[in-house]
């Protein structure tokens, strides 16, 4: 046990260091402008500036506060560099789902600890500790581990922790609360499945009563009532989102589907039609018939009561979450999918493969890990010398443009532009970055291309996104060119105006 345990911890560690990014990838540099600022008694009394945070009133759009302590904690306490805060982050959520994949995955069976650590949503996600979805995956997996110890061998201890575990992953982030759902549905015992809840609930209810005591308001609640006043994308795109990025991010789901091909075959079915309705390219219809044969396959496992079906509730509610409950379909919201996932796969034999489907799975794995992880490298670099260089030859102006570009432009000291009315003023602005829309007054001065690549995660041109559908239709492109530039625009004379 210990051995697999060890081996399991160290596989995970080892490849989040070697996926990790020396700059903040994505919302990384959002929660270290949080940190900056965070009150740890008024968790909520802060602003970030640009939309929609840009108010008064940051306790609707953010998580509960637990993930955002932890950043306070490492960033407050302990004077490190970048590289640093980003290992210590990942490390012990690191830890304890390697400790979690050792508990669930199949004894005597490396294979499946391959798959797992392969898989590009696990290898990429691991090594994004600045972001909250390593921390409620680790948690929300560490619980369904002590929730299954707590089944197999009758222990109030295991189930009383794993209701603890829900309760920290909930606070973390609120889908947390649907693993509820697998002791609701799959507990031998109603004292056990009580138990578990009530360990749970008052972890999470404690928490959101101190905020109330605080604010007045129960943050859950305005989070459900208010969730219009932030945009997401539209259902059928988030749902067929999902089925693409699994594709991409978790090829392991095809044995999913070889395991049950009467379900399989409905799936296809059901993944054509959300390719069809949410309007995606013709290059997507294998991908979203590959994940709705998996989808359905997960919902046959689901539907036959058996001793795995657990799992398939497990992953069934991570992934309808995402669909549901998230604004955009993010290949890193299915991190805490991929574990039940790879252990249903592998509870059996794995003989029902044939070694050909096994090796094509494991190098498409492998091959995708390596290259999206050294495309977003490549790119976060650009975006980073791109702002560099512009900020070195203007000090200072206005910028539009969000994740690494905007954390490096304001290292620079540059102010994020929300959409006020500019004079005599200099805007960059990074076209793969997700930027305003140029104001029709503004006049171009220059023009800046990043470093040239192949792989890209984000291309306006080409409609690419890896990140989220509402970025992209395309998951990745393959095209050669600047995988990042900069336009340098000037604002009307105040004279003018």
């Known amino acids: 046990m210990w051995q697999r345990l060890a081996l399991a911890v160290a596989s995970l560690v080892l490849i989040g260091f070697i996926q990790s990014v020396p700059f903040p990838v994505l919302d990384e540099e959002t929660y270290l402008y949080i940190a900056e600022q965070l009150q740890p008694k008024r968790p909520y009394d802060w602003i970030l500036p640009w939309p929609p945070y840009d108010t008064e009133d940051a306790f609707v759009f953010a998580h509960p506060p637990l993930f955002l302590w932890w950043i306070w904690l490492l960033t407050s306490w302990f004077e ?162 999902v089925l693409i990025r699994l594709s991409i991010g978790a090829p392991l789901i095809l044995l999913l589907a070889v395991q049950r091909p009467q379900w399989s075959l409905v799936g296809v079915i059901f993944g054509a039609a959300l390719w069809w309705w949410a309007a995606l390219p013709w290059a997507l219809l294998p991908l979203a018939i590959i994940g709705g044969a998996a989808f359905l396959s997960l919902v046959a496992a689901f539907a036959h009561k058996h001793s795995e079906s657990w799992l398939a509730t497990w992953a ?116 793969q970055a997700a930027p305003a829309a140029v104001s029709e007054f503004w006049t171009p001065i220059q023009h800046w291309d990043g470093d040239s690549g192949s792989i890209r995660l984000l291309h306006a041109k080409t409609s690419t996104g890896y990140y989220a559908e509402t970025v992209g239709k395309m998951p990745l492109m393959w095209s050669n060119g600047p995988l990042e530039q900069v336009q340098l625009w000037s604002s009307p004379s105040c004279n003018l105006q």
């Open 316 to 431: 069934l509610v991570v992934l309808i979450g995402v669909i549901g409950g998230h604004n955009f379909a993010a290949p890193r919201y299915c991190l805490p999918a991929m574990l039940p996932l790879t252990v249903l796969i592998f509870r059996h034999s794995i003989r029902s493969f044939s070694p050909l489907v096994m090796g094509l799975v494991g190098l498409c794995s492998v091959g995708l890990s390596w290259m999206i992880g050294s495309g977003e490298r490549r790119y976060v670099r650009a975006a980073a010398e791109l702002a560099e260089t512009v900020s070195s030859t203007y000090p200072s102006g206005y910028f539009s443009g969000e994740w690494t570009f905007r954390y490096a432009m304001r290292q620079a000291g540059w102010t994020f532009w929300r959409g006020e009315a500019l004079c005599d003023q200099h805007i960059a602005v990074a076209l």
């Open 80 to 241: 490190l560099g970048l590289g640093a805060s980003k290992f210590l982050a990942a490390f012990p959520f690191q830890v304890l789902l390697g400790c979690a994949a050792a508990v669930l995955l199949p004894r005597h069976n490396r294979t499946a600890l391959f798959f797992f650590c392969a898989t590009p949503i696990v290898s990429l996600t691991i090594a994004r500790g600045l972001m909250p979805d390593l921390s409620v995956s680790a948690l929300g997996a560490a619980a369904m581990a002590s929730w299954w110890l707590g089944e197999q061998r009758k222990s109030d201890h295991f189930t009383v922790a794993a209701g603890v575990f829900i309760g920290a992953a909930t606070m973390v982030k609120y889908p947390g609360a649907l693993l509820f759902l697998v002791p609701l549905l799959h507990s031998e015992t109603r004292r056990r499945m009580m138990l578990c809840f009530a360990a749970g609930l008052s972890v999470w209810l404690m928490g959101e009563f101190w905020l109330w005591t605080i604010y007045g308001r129960f943050h859950l609640l305005e989070v459900l009532v208010r969730a219009n006043e932030i945009s997401r994308g539209p259902l059928v795109a988030r749902a067929a989102g």
